[in-house]
Nanobody
């Protein structure tokens, strides 16, 4: 089994910054990508940023230039640095690991964290 645990959410003023972390545990052999999604009240969950295992990144247009996704391979931890936050960034942020192969199991699975709330408000 794989567990993803997010840290770092909270309340921040407009224009401020936060860094989210996602710690992965489990016997991960390989994965396709690790991603950050978010879901605001009354809206669908959307992909914010992705980082493939070979280092390619992709960002939603709404966060380009403000958010940066990165990882620490040794710690199997994913990060999302969020700068210049605004009210539209308020949402629950979820860590996702896609195409994960776990030791002893040949199939690929996707895993999700429990989510962390980010609120941008003055």
């Amino acid at each position: 089994q794989v567990q993803l645990v997010e840290f770092g959410g909270g309340l921040v003023q407009p224009g401020g910054s936060l860094r989210l972390s996602c710690a992965a545990s489990g016997s991960i052999v390989s994965y396709y990508a690790m991603n950050w999604y978010r879901q605001a009240p009354g809206k669908q969950r959307e992909l914010v940023a992705s980082l493939t295992s070979d280092g390619r990144t992709n960002y939603a247009d709404s966060v380009k230039g403000r958010f940066t996704i990165s990882r620490d391979n040794a710690k199997i931890t994913l990060y999302l640095q969020m700068n210049s936050l605004n009210a539209e960034d308020t949402a629950v942020y979820y860590c996702n690991a896609a195409g994960v192969v776990v030791a002893g199991f040949p199939a690929e699975y996707d895993y999700w964290g429990q989510g962390t709330q980010v609120t941008v408000s003055s």
